[in-house]
């Protein structure tokens, strides 16, 4: 199944995120966490989705960019019904090398089937990055629109 999304507004992406996840929700549960890619340009909404789904899951703090500290992770509500316990945004912009998401614990991250897992920049990983991992692709269009894209089936 191919997605392809057009957003103008926070309610879009709102709708959008809803969408995607429950589109994640009817896939059969995995061994390993669900990862996703976000890839695109900055200020293409990468961030701005991934705070969405966060919302969609009930999560009440603050997601913000995990730009400076490489990664965040947010538990996910027990009332928000998910398969998912919780909620990991990696944002590897900053990488100097793929080896430093390791030192980070990330085959451990990456293990726990309960883990919803989100990497902007995943190009920035290189042989890191699960072969076949879905990836969604931001395009920002103009100043409010953002087109949000998988160059395949997704899963």
Known sequence: ????????????????AKDFLHLLET?????QATIIGLSGDLGSGKTTFVQAVARALGIAE???SPTFVLEKKYSIPPTAKSIFTHLVHIDAY???SPTELVTLGFSDITADSAALIFIEWPERLGDLFP?????????????TTRTITTAKNLL
Do not use: G, Y
């Open 1 to 16: 199944m191919t997605f392809t999304k057009t957003s103008t507004c926070a309610a879009d992406m709102d709708a959008i």
């Open 27 to 31: 896939l059969p549960q995995q061994s």
């Open 62 to 64: 603050p997601v913000t």
């Open 94 to 96: 900053r990488l100097a």
């Open 131 to 143: 072969p076949n991992t879905p990836t969604l692709f931001f395009n920002h269009a103009d100043e």
